[in-house]
């Protein structure tokens, strides 16, 4: 009894410090973690912790979960947890400056007005109506306010991203200045005076560029760059004087980011006359960096246009006075998602973009930078020249000189690294005293994003006029440049995060098996749904070749048909049952595979235990024995 007693009293001393030690480590250790996920999903890059480490006055974030929408929905409720410990860990770095806050708005509720009233968006569930919110309202000490509508899980490898810039702008508020140089009268012309002729209009990228950041405007031949910009965007550079590349040179070298586009030929660069063939023929279109490139380990031959046939955009070719006809015209290329890295943060969200007569970046043997392709050309391309382009204008001429090299052209770059100056005897002739010294080599990694074309910045490349008068778009350009310049323009810290691991894990061999098997029925499937259309052809004809005056089928005829209509159900039939059995096949074994995926770690560890406690037994037993035997 009194063994009994004695076990008793241990078991629920060992339950009271069990739970006493629970209580204690959740209570003292709340901070205190181990990652172990891949890629370290539940830990902050260092460019996060330091943005957060570097909030001066008060944040705060209102993440809007509707959990009770989002119950039954595994997808929602594991990107919703995904998304709470990642803020949570933004305010436990943040040491109290960040203030978290999160809401669960209802359904007609007047939580769910206030997410409305602050432009998060809703997402349709159920058919009364209800809308699931699922996002981000931050705001500092002075009132400015940035949103994130809602988290797609689709762009979880940004997460971080976006949460860490929505910080950084809420720390930072005061307007980013951004620096202009540029060949083309991309912010429109002011009417001649004493002419009847009427000034441009600004390109449309030039108005968004307008109304995110404090445009300043620098003349090429002043040679100097203000050293408050926070980010340079250079466009279609021609004959750049030698004391403005100089200037460039210390900016980049001294921490400053650039986005650049050169061309080999701009067809947005046209002369006085647009008119005169000669003038346009001989007008100079291109432009290039040639001393700078080399110093930053990349060169664009303008000589070389980039051609692909895959991705060559379809324009309407004027064959003869009155006629066109649509045609496929090698040098403007519109490029998806297969051919933009996906993996960047600048084209990461792109679904399109489209260039015009492109140049080909290529990295430099040796150089001490990195070379990251943003976009580039599918393996149908070649290396075009750029006379030939400008000379011939029949497309189909173009395309049967065409010989596709399968080389991946680069029309787009990032650039990053250390460099050394494009001037290392120090400032050309005519450069203007600058207070600081001469830099010889960059302070810190150089951050660049380089763009072998001009017209993606022209409207008529990505927008285009609908039925009813309004503009809409058709390609991402104009998204591709304000994120460049959006994510150039940010801290260093901001600039270094790449996008991140996805939360969710696959069953690898679910989709493997899930493909054979589908792949199985799908030949059924096909040969079945071309057994129908042969019978339905059977059918159309027998009714379509009789006389059009006899209105009674003759009873061979109708038999024939009622026969084709006999095996048209039957193939019907067989069709149902394939697509019915290619379903229950799939879900079968993903249903077996995930029950062995989560059922074989606790049963090998069961059997290990049962292993352990069954030889513990046989041990004991055998020490008594020989305790017996002695």
């Known amino acids: 009894m009194n063994r009994v007693l004695t076990s008793a009293v241990g078991l629920v001393i060992l339950i009271a410090l069990f739970v006493a030690i629970n209580v204690l480590a959740g209570a003292m250790l709340r ?57 949570e860990e933004f305010e436990r770095v943040a040491d109290g400056r960040i203030n978290l806050r999160i809401y669960d708005p209802e359904p007609f509720t007047d939580l769910e007005d206030q997410a409305v009233q602050y432009g998060l968006q809703g997402m349709p ?55 202009l140089i540029t060949g083309l009268e991309i912010g429109g012309t002011m009417p001649t005076p004493g002419q009847q002729q009427a000034g441009l209009p ?7 560029i307008q109304a995110l950041f404090d445009v300043r405007r620098i003349d090429p031949n002043d040679g100097r760059i203000p050293p408050d910009i926070d980010v340079l965007l250079i466009v279609h550079p021609k004959d750049l004087p030698e004391k403005t590349a100089y200037a460039i040179d210390q900016y980049v070298l001294g921490g400053g980011h650039a986005m650049i586009f050169v061309d080999p030929h701009s067809e947005s660069d046209l002369p006085a006359d647009p008119t005169d063939q000669v003038a346009v023929f001989s007008h100079n279109t291109f432009s290039e960096m040639p001393r700078l490139f080399g110093a930053w380990g990349i060169t664009m031959d303008r000589q070389e246009t980039a051609a692909d046939l895959r991705n060559a955009q379809e324009v309407l070719y004027q064959v003869s006075p009155g006629q066109r006809e649509p045609m496929t015209y090698i040098p403007w290329i519109s490029l998806g998602p297969d051919n933009l890295n996906q993996d960047d943060l600048v084209t990461g969200k792109l679904s399109r973009l489209n260039f015009a ?23 149908q391309s070649m290396r075009m020249e750029t006379l030939r382009i400008r000379s011939e204008q029949d497309p189909k001429r173009l395309t049967s000189i065409f010989e596709a090299s399968e080389e991946l052209l680069t029309l787009a770059a990032r650039i990053t690294g250390d460099v050394n100056s494009a001037f290392p005897e120090g400032p050309p002739d005519g450069a203007p005293a600058s207070p600081v010294a001469h830099r010889e080599q960059s302070e810190g990694p150089i951050n660049l994003i380089i763009v072998a074309d001009t017209e993606l910045l022209a409207d008529r490349f990505y927008l285009q006029q609908n039925a009813m008068g309004g503009v809409q778009k058709i390609a991402d350009n104009a998204d591709f440049v304000i994120n460049g310049l959006d994510n150039l323009s940010g ?29 199985q029925f799908r030949a059924q499937e096909l ?34 048909i009622a ?18 059995n290619l379903r229950r096949d799939v879900e079968s074994l993903g249903t077996r595979l995930k029950i062995l995926n989560t059922a074989l770690v606790p049963a090998i560890v069961a059997l290990g235990a049962i292993g352990l406690g069954a030889y513990r037994a046989s041990r004991r037993r055998a020490d008594r024995r020989a305790m017996h035997q002695k």
């Open 202 to 208: 600004a390109w449309q990228i030039a108005r968004e």
């Open 491 to 519: 801290s260093s810290d901001l600039i270094s995060l790449r996008a991140r691991g996805s939360f969710a894990r696959p069953f690898e061999r679910v989709e493997e098996l899930r493909a054979d098997a589908e792949a």
């Open 357 to 379: 007569s492109a140049g080909v970046l290529d990295s430099v043997e040796g150089a001490t930078t990195t070379f990251s392709p943003l976009a580039w050309t599918s393996g």
């Open 563 to 580: 026969q084709l209509n006999s095996a048209l159900l039957d193939a019907r039939k067989d069709l149902r049952d394939v697509q019915l």
């Open 31 to 87: 901070s205190a973690r181990v990652d172990f996920t891949e890629g370290r999903l539940y830990t902050l890059a260092e460019g996060s912790k330091r943005i957060a480490q570097s909030v001066d006055e008060q944040i705060t974030l209102d993440f809007y979960y509707s959990s009770k929408l989002a119950a039954g929905r595994p997808t929602l409720q594991t990107y919703g947890k995904r998304v709470k410990e990642l803020l």
């Open 125 to 179: 569930v159920g058919d009364g109506g209800e809308r699931f919110y699922f996002g981000l309202v931050g705001s500092n000490a002075v009132g400015t306010r940035s949103v994130i509508p809602f988290f797609n899980a689709a762009e979880e490898q940004f997460l971080e991203y976006e949460i860490s810039r929505m910080v950084h702008q809420l720390a930072n508020p005061q307007r980013r200045s951004l620096g």
């Open 527 to 560: 040969d079945l749904e071309r057994q129908i259309r042969e019978i339905r052809g059977r059918i159309d004809r027998i009714r379509r070749d009789r006389p059009s005056s006899s209105l009674i089928l003759e009873p061979e005829v109708q038999e024939e």
